[in-house]
Every structure is written in C-alpha cells, then in structure tokens.
C-alpha cells in the first residue's frame, strides 16, 4: 500500500542502456511498480503532457528531446511516494543532484535528465492517467 508517484525514464537514459540499472534502483529504494510501459511519445503527445510548461523557454526543445526515442513510463506507490522519489532521482539539473542519486548517476544534462518525477499528489494522477487506462492502473 502507500501513495502514488509517476515516472518516466527519459530516452536519454533509455537509449544509453541504463533502464534496467534505473529501474533495480527504484526497486531497491523499496517502490513497487503498480504499472509500467515501454512506449515513445509523438509530438503532440509530448506538447500535451507537458502543457504546464508551454511558455518556457525550453518547451519546443524538451518536446523535441522527449518524443526523440522510447521511454519507460511507471506508477509506483510507497509511502510518501512523491516526495521519497523526488529524493530519489535528485535535483533537475544533475550538476546540483545529490551524490548516489539517480541524476547523479545517470543524467547527462538539465535537458536529457535520465528520469522524471511527479511533483505532486495531483500531478502524480494526471500524469499517470495521461499513459494508463483505468484498468491498467489498478
Ligand atoms: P522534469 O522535471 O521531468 O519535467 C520538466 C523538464 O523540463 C525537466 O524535467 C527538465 O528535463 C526540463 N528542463 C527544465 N529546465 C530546463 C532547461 N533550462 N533547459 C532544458 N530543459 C529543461
């Protein structure tokens, strides 16, 4: 039991061969997997998802970097997910992420970042609604 969070490895992380080392860490970290998909964004995908973010600066680049090749996207639940995870995979920028985490580790630039996680309980759902169907997500 516990709460939920959402998360994608980035295809950055995907294309350099680190998801199963990803995904070992999450798991070890003690989150279980409540759904999980191997799939690429297309453009207008991508320009949906992340929405919240269309008057920034870098939304053409990160629509462009994040429907570039396959990711995986996850439910995961423990408890206090959003908030252990963010702990988890460390700061945006992997320059500033925290020694041992998942950025840290894995992440090759603020842009191509390796993972993503949800910043809120509400946007844990809605990102997870965006990828899984109900029955999926049970
Ligand atoms: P994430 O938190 O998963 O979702 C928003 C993403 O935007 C973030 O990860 C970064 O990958 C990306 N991002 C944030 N700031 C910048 C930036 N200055 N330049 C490029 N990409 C960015």
Redesign the pocket.
């Known amino acids: 039991a516990g709460n939920r969070t959402f998360t994608?490895i980035?295809p950055d992380a995907v294309g350099n061969g680190h998801a199963g080392k990803i995904l070992d860490q999450i798991l070890e970290a003690g989150f279980r997997v409540v759904a999980l998909k191997y799939t690429q964004l297309t453009d207008a995908d991508a320009k949906a998802f992340?929405a919240v973010?269309k008057e920034?600066?870098?939304y053409g680049?990160?629509v462009e970097?994040m429907s570039s090749g396959p990711i995986y996207a996850a439910i995961l639940e423990k408890d206090n997910a959003v908030a252990d995870f963010r702990t988890l995979i460390g700061a945006?920028?992997p320059a500033e992420a925290a020694e041992g985490t998942i950025r840290q580790r894995f992440a090759e630039?603020?842009?191509?970042?390796a993972?993503?996680?949800s910043?809120s309980d509400e946007n844990a759902a809605i990102e997870g609604n965006f990828f899984f169907s109900e029955r999926e997500r049970h």
């Open positions: 994608m980035k992340y973010h920034r600066p870098f680049e990160l970097y945006t920028n630039s603020i842009a191509a970042n993972i993503h996680g910043d």
